[in-house]
């Protein structure tokens, strides 16, 4: 070692014992430092198990939420079949309802026919009464009136 000087017993005695004086400030420093970085290693070592802890909580609700949107889109998926199913099924009900009617009014319609052409006949029939009754109401008026005229001839003479 060059760095110190020699004497007549060794080394100088105020070099050895300031390079040692050096050399523990350093070896202190050192461990400072070291304990520093620990402190500072055991301090990132828990933030990193916290970030750990967090990431693995956000990953749980992550899988929730991924749950609960496969849930929705399941229910979401199954309201709109069963709306299209009642949509169907109302359409097929309102087209049996409106076949009914039209039956129902083909019905009517033609029973309405069957009653007019029954009146219409049962008219014919009272005209063709009523002519004949007149017509015989008449021959009996004319035969009064012709008994009237002979009781009122045989009265005169």
Same mark, same amino acid.
């Given at each position: 070692?060059?760095?110190? $000087? !020699?004497?007549?017993?060794?080394?100088?005695?105020?070099?050895?014992?300031?390079?040692?004086q050096?050399?523990? /400030? +350093?070896? &202190?420093?050192? %461990?400072?430092? *070291?304990k520093?970085?620990?402190?500072r290693?055991?301090?990132?070592?828990? *933030? %990193?198990?916290?970030? +750990?802890?967090?990431?693995?909580? /956000?990953?749980?609700?992550?899988? $929730?939420?991924? #749950?609960? &949107? *496969?849930?929705?889109?399941?229910? %979401?998926?199954?309201?709109?079949?069963? *709306?299209? $199913?009642?949509? +169907? #099924?109302?359409?097929?009900?309102?087209n049996?309802? =409106?076949?009914?009617? +039209?039956?129902?009014?083909?019905r009517?319609?033609?029973?309405? %026919?069957l !009653?007019?052409?029954?009146?219409?006949?049962?008219?014919? /029939?009272?005209? !063709?009464?009523? !002519? =004949?009754?007149?017509?015989?109401l008449?021959?009996i008026?004319?035969?009064?009136?012709?008994?009237?005229? &002979? =009781?009122?001839?045989?009265d005169?003479?």
């Open positions: 070692m060059d760095k110190f $000087h !020699r004497e007549w017993n060794g080394y100088k005695k105020e070099e050895v014992n300031q390079f040692i050096d050399t523990i /400030t +350093k070896l &202190e420093g050192m %461990l400072n430092k *070291s520093v970085q620990e402190q290693l055991i301090e990132l070592e828990k *933030s %990193l198990q916290e970030s +750990k802890r967090k990431l693995r909580n /956000t990953q749980e609700q992550l899988a $929730h939420y991924q #749950m609960m &949107e *496969s849930n929705l889109k399941k229910a %979401l998926l199954q309201a709109e079949n069963t *709306s299209n $199913h009642i949509k +169907k #099924m109302a359409t097929e009900e309102g049996m309802i =409106i076949e009914n009617a +039209k039956q129902n009014a083909n009517i319609v033609n029973d309405a %026919l !009653r007019a052409e029954k009146i219409e006949i049962q008219t014919d /029939t009272l005209e !063709r009464n009523m !002519r =004949i009754f007149k017509k015989k008449r021959l008026v004319e035969q009064q009136m012709a008994v009237v005229e &002979e =009781i009122e001839t045989l005169l003479k």
